[in-house]
């Protein structure tokens, strides 16, 4: 059994890589992951510097891990700042550290990758890679953001700290139609969701829904636009990039769905999703139009819409959120797991992590009586 440290992406065979991964899932397969670092999107500039493991036997792939060493906390959903502070505070450094990840990509999937019949064996093999990779680049932590249910078990099970957070999920109940969903709905929200895209039609709005085949350049410029504006207004640096964008779509064109939104003859808004066999991811969003409703219709109903048609379990709609919760989507646990190496640390970040748990529990209970359904419950991401 070999163990390499992969520098870059491509550095390994696509087919080995997606042989290992489940449910199709676009944001973990080889292609995704090879278009951020050919375009830019991870490296120096960013922070991202991938050092993806992989395990061989007689050459071939066998387990593998998606693997960054970081200098900065951007782009991961799962907030450190003040682990950060309090090492600085203590003379000590926090960075680099390692990430099991998909940038920027708030998304549950593998994180730890072998064929199942062979993850008992193969995962402390990845485990320990990482550990030794960290104390060889002076690693302060190791943390596996969102990682499967299998994954996640192996590294509790392992010592590794546990942090929980809230997400909002579109549970698919085998749902004929959009009617049929709202249907299973409290009158007040179903009452709330059409009068919302009422408006959105009735102003003359149309969508479309493309995916990589059917997509044009010019589509892919307005929506590279769209992205880029809304950073600028809210989030200040965009990572992604109109050659990120086409690549994905000319290599994944069926995974791909991308939600135009047309007014007066011309296209005002869009949102750009990703779709594994079960599941809908929604990633970007982005408007040169203000109009009520707009942003519900273009992120979320057509997503919705999208999954009942092809028959997705899931709609993960990104980060955070209330605002999902009047319109179908529930409050969904999601977890992840960090390793410290410094034992004057180690402890009083796990009691930091008992009391953040403590507090999740809470606020999944309290948010309980909001959810629009006639009778359901907060499950945990899978």
Not at 279 to 288: I, K, M, S, V
Not at 298 to 314: A, M, V
Not at 318 to 335: I, M, N, Y
Request: glycine letters at 8%.
């Amino acid at each position: 059994m070999e163990i390499k440290i992969h520098s870059r992406i491509d550095e390994i065979a696509p087919g080995e890589w997606n042989a290992l991964v489940r449910d199709n899932n676009p944001l973990v397969r080889h292609e995704f992951l090879n278009a951020m670092e050919q375009h830019g999107c991870v490296g120096e500039q960013f922070g991202w510097l991938p050092c993806h493991i992989g395990v061989y036997e007689t050459g071939v792939l066998q387990a593998a891990m998606p693997l960054y060493e970081k200098y900065n906390s951007y782009g991961e959903f799962v907030f450190d700042n003040a682990w950060a502070d309090a090492y600085h505070r203590s003379g000590l450094q926090y960075f680099p550290k390692l990430v099991s990840a998909v940038p920027y990509t708030p998304a549950s999937g593998q994180r730890l990758l072998a064929a199942p019949e062979r993850s008992a064996a193969l995962f402390p093999v990845l485990l320990q890679a990482v550990l030794k990779l960290g104390e060889q680049v002076g690693s302060s932590s190791f943390h596996c953001l969102f990682p499967s249910s299998d994954g996640f078990d192996f590294l509790a099970g392992q010592g590794l700290l546990t942090r929980h957070d809230v997400q909002f999920h579109w549970p698919n109940r085998d749902y004929a139609d959009f009617d049929q969903f709202l249907a299973s709905l409290v009158a007040k929200k179903r009452k709330n969701i059409r009068q919302e895209r009422r408006r959105v039609a009735e102003a003359g709005v149309t969508l479309r829904r493309l995916n990589g085949h059917t997509a044009s350049e010019q589509d892919w410029q307005k929506f590279t636009h769209f992205y880029n504006k809304t950073f600028q207004e809210k989030w200040g640096m965009a990572t992604f990039n109109a050659g990120f964008f086409r690549q994905v779509a000319e290599q994944l064109p069926d995974q791909v769905l991308l939600v135009l939104a047309d007014f007066q003859g011309d296209c005002v808004a869009g949102s750009l999703m990703f779709q594994s066999d079960t599941t809908l991811y929604g990633r970007h969003w982005g408007a040169d139009l203000r109009l009520d409703g707009l942003h519900f219709e273009t992120c979320y109903y057509q997503g919705i819409e999208h999954c009942i048609e092809q028959g997705l379990n899931c709609f993960e709609p990104g980060a955070q959120g209330e605002h999902k919760l009047s319109r179908g989507f529930v409050p969904t646990l999601t977890r992840s797991s960090h390793w410290i190496w410094d034992e004057g640390f180690r402890e009083p970040i796990a009691r930091y992590t008992e009391h953040e748990q403590a507090a999740i529990a809470n606020y999944l209970q309290q948010l309980q009586p909001s959810i629009p359904y006639r009778s359901t419950s907060c499950k945990e991401t899978g």
